[in-house]
């Protein structure tokens, strides 16, 4: 089984377009003054995708595990410690 056989059966179809576009369309484009964005989770900037979709559907985080009742159990805890902060106007008003 050749290299490139490997990465399509790893990575997809997708892996080829991706390297097309980091490896020679960008340095390509760069030239001319502008830049080629992968669409990335930590990219400020949303894609059409996601401009498209309902802004408050619900989103599946089934891997993270909140832990409410320690989340309540901590909130109990440090709550007294912060409790002038929180009823305090003065200091709710200058964090906006």
Known sequence: MGRLTRILR???PGILKYGFATNILSP???LFGFVVLTDHFYHP???RCQLRDPAGRERAL???NYR???QVTLATELLPSFAAEINDRS???ASG
């Open 10 to 12: 790893d990575y997809g």
């Open 45 to 47: 900037i949303p894609s």
């Open 28 to 30: 390509l484009i760069r």
């Open 62 to 64: 089934e891997l993270i």
């Open 68 to 70: 409410p009742a320690q």
């Open 91 to 93: 200091v709710i008003g």
